[in-house]
């Protein structure tokens, strides 16, 4: 009779010893699972900042294309209205001169 009972405690410790060890490889198996998944994930987050990044750039390039146009087109405009103000202003001026001149050697 004692036999027998250390015979089933002998089959339950080597039950217990294998569930263990089949708790070990699962464990082991869950947490291989968990690094790929994290993996994964980081380099989906890594491939989605690296998009959002050039699609900001890339917004950034035309926002500033477009303020680069505006500048030029009103530097442009205040370009020509300075010429004609010193057009203007030359004739002007030479007709002064002219005047002057003209009146110092007729005198």
């Known amino acids: 009779m004692a036999l027998e009972h ?10 217990a010893e294998k569930i ?30 690296i998009r959002h990044y ?3 750039i890339a917004k950034a390039h035309e926002e500033a294309d477009e303020d680069y146009k505006k500048i030029i087109h009103n530097a442009a405009w205040e370009c020509d209205m300075l010429s004609e103000i010193v057009s203007k202003n030359r004739e002007e001026a030479v007709a002064l001169i002219v005047n002057k001149v003209m009146g110092a050697w007729r005198s």
């Open 54 to 56: 050039d699609e900001a």
């Open 20 to 49: 263990k060890q089949e708790g070990l490889v699962e464990s082991k198996r869950i947490v291989g699972a968990a690094r790929e998944e994290a993996a994964a994930l980081i380099d989906k987050a890594n491939t989605d900042a």
């Open 6 to 15: 250390l015979k089933q405690i002998r089959e339950k410790e080597e039950q």
